[in-house]
T-cell receptor
C-alpha cells in the first residue's frame, strides 16, 4: 500500500513552453502533498505544500506564478512549470501525506526528470 | 535557524559496517527519518525515530538522542547495492520535513 505515482517520469521541452507534472496517491487519500526539487548532487528542496481544496503554500524564493500547483482532489496534485527555461531543468519529486495514519508519514513518488532545452 | 548536518561523503568496504551521523537544530521535533536515495531516483524510507534509543530493521539500525540532537544510521554487512545517498530529515513543530544535504556512501569491493 501507500503508492504514489508521478507522470511523466521524464520530459524534455523547449524553452518557453509549459510542462505539467501529475502526482497521484494510488491507494490512499492525501490531505497534503509536497513538491520538491532536487538539483544534481544536492539535497531535496521543498518548493511548496499543497492542501486539497486550498491554495498552495510556497517556500521563500519559489515563484508561485511560475510554478502553478493545483490540488483538486484527495488523490491528485499537479505542478505546472510555466514558460520553462533551462535553469528549471531539475528532478521534481512529490510526496503525499495520508488522510489517515501517522501525521508524520510521507510517501514519495518516483520523481520527474525535466530537461529544458 | 534550522540546520541538519551530516557528512558529505563516506567510503566503506563490502561486508563491513558503517555509521552515518546526523546532528540537528530545529524549531521543535516530531521525529527523525532516514531515507536512501539512489542516483536519479526518489528517496525511499528506511527508518523513523521519535523516541530515544535504537531501532533495528534487518541490516539497518537507527539511533536517536533527542537531548543531544543526534542520530546515526548503522549499516551492517554492507553490499554493493548499498552505494547511495543517505538523507537525514527531521519533522519540526509544524510537521514539516527539514532535510539534510545527504551523505554519499561509496562501497568498495
Amino acid at each position: 500500500g501507500a503508492v504514489v505515482s508521478q507522470h511523466p517520469s521524464r520530459v524534455i521541452c523547449k524553452s518557453g513552453t509549459s510542462v505539467k507534472i501529475e502526482c497521484r496517491s494510488l491507494d490512499f487519500q492525501a490531505t497534503t502533498m509536497f513538491w520538491y526539487r532536487q538539483f544534481p548532487k544536492q539535497s531535496l528542496m521543498l518548493m511548496a505544500t499543497s492542501n486539497e481544496g486550498s491554495k498552495a503554500t510556497y517556500e521563500q524564493g519559489v515563484e508561485k506564478d511560475k510554478f502553478l500547483i493545483n490540488h483538486a482532489s484527495l488523490t491528485l496534485s499537479t505542478l505546472t512549470v510555466t514558460s520553462a527555461h533551462p535553469e528549471d531543468s531539475s528532478f521534481y519529486i512529490c510526496s503525499a501525506r495520508p488522510l489517515a495514519g501517522d501525521h508524520n508519514e510521507q510517501f514519495f513518488g518516483p520523481g520527474t526528470r525535466l530537461t529544458v532545452l | 535557524g534550522q540546520n541538519i548536518d551530516q557528512p558529505t561523503e563516506m567510503t566503506a568496504t563490502e561486508g563491513a559496517i558503517v555509521q552515518i551521523n546526523c546532528t540537528y537544530q530545529t524549531s521543535g521535533f516530531n521525529g527523525l527519518f532516514w531515507y536512501q536515495q539512489h542516483a536519479g531516483e526518489a528517496p525511499t524510507f528506511l527508518s523513523y525515530n521519535v523516541l530515544d534509543g535504537l531501532e533495528e530493521k534487518g541490516r539497518f539500525s537507527s539511533f536517536l538522542s533527542r537531548s543531544k540532537g543526534y542520530s546515526y544510521l548503522l549499516l551492517k554487512e554492507l553490499q554493493m547495492k548499498d552505494s547511495a545517498s543517505y538523507l537525514c530529515a527531521v519533522t519540526d513543530s509544524n510537521y514539516q520535513l527539514i532535510w539534510g544535504a545527504g551523505t554519499k556512501l561509496i562501497i568498495k569491493p
